[in-house]
């Protein structure tokens, strides 16, 4: 039966040990806590001159906190005897925890640096074209690192195992089969980050950019490491991947510059002078904060059977400011028009002829021009029968039985009906043309 100095040796082995590296880690979980608080106060006191660093400083706090513990608690383990139960199971443990803590350290210093460049280039700013390049370039590269962060470090946990790292070794012997089967597997996520990179050093698109995709205007708003968000003007937003702006071709308004030129259409009659038009354009764009002094042109682009077709060209430091301008400038336009020349607005044209006759009482010749033809179309017709020569009697005198009744008869009438118009015609234009000598 055990004695009294069996129980004292198992007391002075593992049960002591044990207990003494529990409590030294909790000593050693206490001291880097405090570090870290007191650290941070320093960093956050010497970086609040300095809104880059502050940003920087706020990022890696919590990460900083899971290192300096993970590793305060290892630095003991590892001095842990090895006859301790359990301590090379905690071991790893410990490894495969401090990996990690690292790698959401490296993830977080990765978007500092590109908040904290995002921070030192504001878009707030008339021409911002510099400061949306960076964004971009800024934004894509940082999520594409942290990307590769985060790969590298799952693999690195998982090497910590044993069993994963003989896996990974029979792997090898098949990479080229493993490959193929990965690579189809992960091809949209490595396309979208091919796509990202390339967008990043390229960059068809840039954050704040104005583009049509398909017919929807928007601005770019927020580029990931696998989509684009583009907000549309009324207020939706269009996900569209990143590998579509690599293999498709779309519009971009404000690729090499946000200034823009945008057009105004308006249809008005002929008869409509434009240099008080021009005069009016001028007035209404040098009262326009919309207006960057660069372009204003009006002039006649169209002409249809009822109007002429005006364009004009207006210009304005970005897109928004445009589409503003150029309601500004039609509703001006309009106002004038409407004020100033009513009547000459789009119409359809009814003239009659005897609001064209001359002062001298003469019937203007598109008047006697259908006289004319009407009678050398009677005296045609009357050639070409015989039988008609003799006029409206000639024709009332011929029998029903002659032969050709049915075409002679076809010719009569069609020439009695162009001599009758003809005679109205000429007694209407001289009834006018009398009627305006007696008014004179």
Known sequence: MPTFDDFSRL???????????????ACALVVAVAVHWLGGRVARRIARPYPRVSVFVRYVQKPALAVLAVLAVESVWWQAPDTLRFIGGLRELCAFALIGAITWLSVRCAAAIGEAIVAAHPLD?????????????????????????IIAGVGAALMTFPNVRQIGASLLASAGVAGLVAGIAARPVLGNLIAGLQIAISQPIRLDDVVVIQGEW???????????????WDQRRLIVPLQWFIENPFTNWTRSSAQIIGSVFLWLDFRMPLAPLREELARIVEHAPEWDKRVQVLQ????????????????????????????????????????????FLPRARAELAA????????????????????????????EADPVAHGGRGALRA???????????STAR?????H???ADDDREACEAVAEGRREGG
């Open 125 to 149: 700013i008339a021409d911002n074209l510099q400061a949306r390049r960076i964004h971009t370039q800024a934004r894509v590269l940082a999520r594409t690192v942290m990307v590769l962060i």
């Open 419 to 421: 001599a009758a118009q």
């Open 300 to 343: 006649v682009t169209d002409t249809s059977e009822r109007a002429m077709q005006l364009r004009v060209l207006v210009s304005s430091g970005d897109s928004g400011l445009n589409w503003d301008l150029r309601c500004r400038v039609r509703e001006g336009l309009l106002d004038f028009v409407n004020e100033h020349y009513p009547q």
């Open 398 to 408: 011929v029998p029903a039985s002659t032969p050709g009744s049915a075409a002679g």
């Open 355 to 382: 609001e064209l006759e001359s002062s001298a009482g003469e019937v203007p010749a598109f008047v006697r021009r259908p006289a004319r033809q009407a009678a050398s179309s009677t005296a045609a017709h009357t």
């Open 413 to 417: 009438r069609d020439a009695s009906d």
């Open 218 to 232: 928007g601005r770019i708003e927020e580029i990931t490491g696998t989509y684009v968000s583009v907000r549309i």
């Open 11 to 25: 007391a002075d082995g593992p049960l002591e040990n044990w207990l003494g590296t529990l409590l030294v880690s």
